[in-house]
C-alpha cells in the first residue's frame, strides 16, 4: 500500500466492503444491472430509484448473490401486503424465494420475505444479508420498532436499503439510513454537517435517547453549516446512488417515460358554518384541520362517490378517517375497503383481488397500502390530502408509475378551510425534487473523479538538513 492509499482509507466516504458479482441474470435492464453490480461491491448500500424502476428484481438480484457467496439465506424486509407480491415477482424471474409469518423456514431455503411487523421472530445469526424494501417507511414506525430493524441489520454482514423517497423534506432522516447501513451514525451526521437553527449543538451518541440539544430539549429544525452542503452530498453518494430515469446514470431512458399526471382539485362547502363564526375561516391549526375534516366528511365522500361511480374504470379513493372509508365503501357499490382492523389475511387478499381485476375499486389508507404495491392497471384515484408529502407521493404512486401506460388522473377533494394543504403538498415537491436533483448531480459528479497524484516522487530535504 503505497501512502495516497493509505490516506484513502481514512476519509469517511465509505469503504467497499462486499464482493465481486456471481450472478447477473440477462432480465435486467442496464442500467438495474449496474446499480445490482455497485451494491454488491459496495456490500451495504441505498439505491434510492423513482416507482417503477425496478427495486424488487434489483433487491432479489442482490439476495441471490449474497446468498450464494455466503452460502446463507438473505432476509427481505417489506411493507404489510407487498410481501406476496415480492414472491410472485422473485418466481416470475426463476429466484427462489418464500415467505415466513413466524420466523420458520424450511432447511436449504434461500430468500426468505416477511413484514416489518415480524422481524422479531427472527434471529439475525441466521442470514448472511438483510434487505429493506421501501425502507424510508421506518421512520413511520415507532421507536422500537425502528430500533430493532437498525439493530437486526448491524447483526448481517451484507446490508441494502431500497425506496423511492428518502427524506423528500427532511434531509436529517438519511442519517437513520446510514447508521442502519453501518455507516456514520445518526448523531454524528448532524454534529458534522447540520446545526441548529437556534444555534445549538447537539450532544450523544448513536442509538436510544440520542436525539438531545444543548438548548432544546425536544430537538427541533436544522440547516446546513455554511462548509458542509457539498461534503455532504459527497458522503451521501458515497454510500448511495439516486436514479428518477436511467439518464440519471448515462443509460438510455428507453420505455422508462411516465404518462401525463393530471391533478384537479375540487372544493366542497360545508352544510352549516361553524358555531359561534358568522363566516368560516382557512383552517391553520392542525386542530382547526381535523375538526374541518370532520365538519366535511359527508360533502367530500359524496363528491368522491360522484367522480367514480359513472367511471366504470378501476380506481383507488385514498382516505385518512375510518369514517371517511366507512361512508366511502357505503356510497360506491362496488369498492371494497381495506382497513386497519382488517386481518394481514385480509388486506392481501383485497390488494390481490384488486390487482386481478376481480373487484373495481379500493378504498384505503396511505399507511395501509401507499407503500410497494404495483398498481399500472388503474388510472384513476381520488386524495383527501394532508401535509404529509410522502404519503401523498407514494399513494399517487402506486398507479403514476414507469409501466403505466395511460394518463394518470388524480382528483384532490378539499373543503373550503383546507385549500392550503394542497398549495403546500406542491411546496413540498418542488423541495424533493430539488433534493433529489442535487443528490443525482454531485453523485454524477463523483462518479468521474479519480486520484491523480500518487505521491511517487522522493522527498528531497534541504542542504542545511
Same mark, same amino acid.
Given at each position: 500500500?503505497?501512502?495516497?492509499?493509505?490516506?484513502?482509507?481514512?476519509?469517511?466516504?465509505?469503504?467497499?466492503?462486499?464482493?465481486?458479482?456471481?450472478?447477473?441474470?440477462?432480465?435486467?435492464?442496464?442500467?438495474?444491472?449496474?446499480?445490482?453490480?455497485? %451494491?454488491?461491491?459496495? !456490500?451495504?448500500? $441505498?439505491?434510492? /430509484?423513482?416507482?417503477? +424502476?425496478?427495486?424488487?428484481?434489483? =433487491?432479489?438480484?442482490?439476495?441471490?448473490?449474497?446468498?450464494?457467496?455466503?452460502?446463507?439465506?438473505?432476509?427481505?424486509?417489506?411493507?404489510?401486503?407487498?410481501?406476496?407480491?415480492?414472491?410472485?415477482?422473485?418466481?416470475?424471474?426463476?429466484?427462489?424465494?418464500?415467505?415466513?409469518?413466524?420466523?420458520?423456514?424450511?432447511?436449504?431455503?434461500?430468500?426468505?420475505?416477511?413484514?416489518?411487523?415480524?422481524?422479531?421472530?427472527?434471529? %439475525?445469526?441466521?442470514? !448472511?444479508?438483510? $434487505?429493506?424494501? /421501501?425502507?424510508?417507511? +421506518?421512520?413511520?414506525?415507532?421507536? =422500537?420498532?425502528?430500533?430493532?430493524?437498525?439493530?437486526?441489520?448491524?447483526?448481517?454482514?451484507?446490508?441494502?436499503?431500497?425506496?423511492?423517497?428518502?427524506?423528500?423534506?427532511?434531509?436529517?432522516?438519511?442519517?437513520?439510513?446510514?447508521?442502519?447501513?453501518?455507516?456514520?451514525?445518526?448523531?454524528?451526521?448532524?454534529?458534522?454537517?447540520?446545526?441548529?437553527?437556534?444555534?445549538?449543538?447537539?450532544?450523544?451518541?448513536?442509538?436510544?435517547?440520542?436525539?438531545?440539544?444543548?438548548?432544546?430539549?425536544?430537538?427541533?429544525?436544522?440547516?446546513?453549516?455554511?462548509?458542509?452542503?457539498?461534503?455532504?452530498?459527497?458522503?451521501?453518494?458515497?454510500?448511495?446512488?439516486?436514479?428518477?430515469?436511467?439518464?440519471?446514470?448515462?443509460?438510455?431512458?428507453?420505455?422508462?417515460?411516465?404518462?401525463?399526471?393530471?391533478?384537479?382539485?375540487?372544493?366542497?362547502?360545508?352544510?352549516?358554518?361553524?358555531?359561534?363564526?358568522?363566516?368560516?375561516?382557512?383552517?391553520?391549526?392542525?386542530?382547526?384541520?381535523?375538526?374541518?375534516?370532520?365538519?366535511?366528511?359527508?360533502?367530500?365522500?359524496?363528491?368522491?362517490?360522484?367522480?367514480?361511480?359513472?367511471?366504470?374504470?378501476?380506481?383507488?379513493?385514498?382516505?385518512?378517517?375510518?369514517?371517511?372509508?366507512?361512508?366511502?365503501?357505503?356510497?360506491?357499490?362496488?369498492?371494497?375497503?381495506?382497513?386497519?382492523?382488517?386481518?394481514?389475511?385480509?388486506?392481501?387478499?383485497?390488494?390481490?383481488?384488486?390487482?386481478?381485476?376481480?373487484?373495481?375499486?379500493?378504498?384505503?389508507?396511505?399507511?395501509?397500502?401507499?407503500?410497494?404495491?404495483?398498481?399500472?392497471?388503474?388510472?384513476?384515484?381520488?386524495?383527501?390530502?394532508?401535509?404529509?408529502?410522502?404519503?401523498?407521493?407514494?399513494?399517487?404512486?402506486?398507479?403514476?408509475?414507469?409501466?403505466?401506460?395511460?394518463?394518470?388522473?388524480?382528483?384532490?377533494?378539499?373543503?373550503?378551510?383546507?385549500?392550503?394543504?394542497?398549495?403546500?403538498?406542491?411546496?413540498?415537491?418542488?423541495?424533493?425534487?430539488?433534493?433529489?436533483?442535487?443528490?443525482?448531480?454531485?453523485?454524477?459528479?463523483?462518479?468521474?473523479?479519480?486520484?491523480?497524484?500518487?505521491?511517487?516522487?522522493?522527498?528531497?530535504?534541504?542542504?542545511?538538513?
Amino acid at each position: 500500500m503505497n501512502y495516497s492509499d493509505f490516506i484513502y482509507t481514512k476519509h469517511d466516504y465509505g469503504a467497499n466492503r462486499g464482493f465481486e458479482p456471481i450472478w447477473m441474470p440477462d432480465f435486467l435492464f442496464d442500467f438495474q444491472a449496474s446499480l445490482v453490480g455497485w %451494491a454488491i461491491e459496495k !456490500g451495504r448500500s $441505498a439505491l434510492f /430509484e423513482d416507482c417503477g +424502476l425496478g427495486k424488487t428484481p434489483q =433487491q432479489l438480484v442482490w439476495a441471490e448473490n449474497v446468498c450464494r457467496h455466503t452460502n446463507k439465506p438473505v432476509l427481505i424486509l417489506t411493507p404489510l401486503a407487498v410481501s406476496h407480491q415480492t414472491v410472485r415477482e422473485a418466481h416470475k424471474f426463476g429466484i427462489e424465494a418464500e415467505r415466513s409469518h413466524d420466523g420458520k423456514f424450511r432447511k436449504g431455503a434461500r430468500i426468505i420475505v416477511t413484514n416489518y411487523e415480524r422481524l422479531h421472530h427472527f434471529n %439475525a445469526d441466521d442470514f !448472511g444479508g438483510c $434487505a429493506c424494501d /421501501e425502507s424510508s417507511i +421506518l421512520k413511520n414506525f415507532d421507536g =422500537q420498532t425502528k430500533e430493532a430493524v437498525t439493530e437486526f441489520m448491524r447483526k448481517v454482514a451484507y446490508r441494502l436499503l431500497c425506496t423511492a423517497t428518502a427524506a423528500p423534506n427532511d434531509y436529517i432522516e438519511l442519517g437513520t439510513s446510514s447508521e442502519a447501513l453501518g455507516e456514520m451514525g445518526y448523531m454524528d451526521m448532524l454534529q458534522r454537517f447540520f446545526k441548529a437553527n437556534d444555534g445549538s449543538m447537539a450532544h450523544g451518541g448513536s442509538g436510544n435517547g440520542a436525539r438531545r440539544f444543548s438548548k432544546n430539549p425536544f430537538g427541533g429544525k436544522f440547516r446546513f453549516r455554511g462548509h458542509a452542503e457539498h461534503d455532504f452530498w459527497r458522503w451521501v453518494c458515497s454510500w448511495a446512488r439516486a436514479v428518477r430515469k436511467p439518464s440519471d446514470l448515462g443509460f438510455d431512458d428507453g420505455n422508462f417515460t411516465l404518462p401525463e399526471l393530471t391533478t384537479r382539485q375540487y372544493v366542497v362547502r360545508a352544510e352549516k358554518k361553524k358555531d359561534d363564526f358568522l363566516f368560516d375561516l382557512p383552517a391553520i391549526s392542525l386542530e382547526e384541520q381535523r375538526d374541518e375534516r370532520r365538519r366535511t366528511i359527508k360533502q367530500r365522500c359524496e363528491k368522491v362517490a360522484e367522480i367514480v361511480n359513472h367511471t366504470g374504470k378501476p380506481f383507488v379513493s385514498w382516505c385518512a378517517l375510518n369514517d371517511e372509508g366507512d361512508m366511502l365503501e357505503e356510497m360506491i357499490p362496488d369498492a371494497v375497503q381495506v382497513s386497519g382492523s382488517d386481518s394481514d389475511e385480509k388486506k392481501e387478499e383485497s390488494f390481490r383481488a384488486f390487482e386481478d381485476g376481480e373487484v373495481r375499486g379500493i378504498v384505503t389508507k396511505s399507511v395501509i397500502a401507499g407503500f410497494g404495491l404495483n398498481w399500472q392497471h388503474c388510472a384513476h384515484m381520488t386524495f383527501f390530502p394532508s401535509h404529509s408529502f410522502e404519503q401523498y407521493y407514494q399513494s399517487v404512486r402506486r398507479c403514476w408509475r414507469f409501466g403505466q401506460k395511460s394518463p394518470v388522473t388524480v382528483d384532490v377533494i378539499t373543503s373550503e378551510c383546507e385549500e392550503r394543504v394542497l398549495s403546500n403538498l406542491q411546496r413540498k415537491a418542488a423541495a424533493a425534487d430539488e433534493m433529489f436533483a442535487r443528490l443525482v448531480a454531485v453523485m454524477n459528479n463523483e462518479l468521474k473523479i479519480t486520484q491523480t497524484n500518487q505521491f511517487t516522487k522522493k522527498e528531497k530535504a534541504p542542504l542545511w538538513l
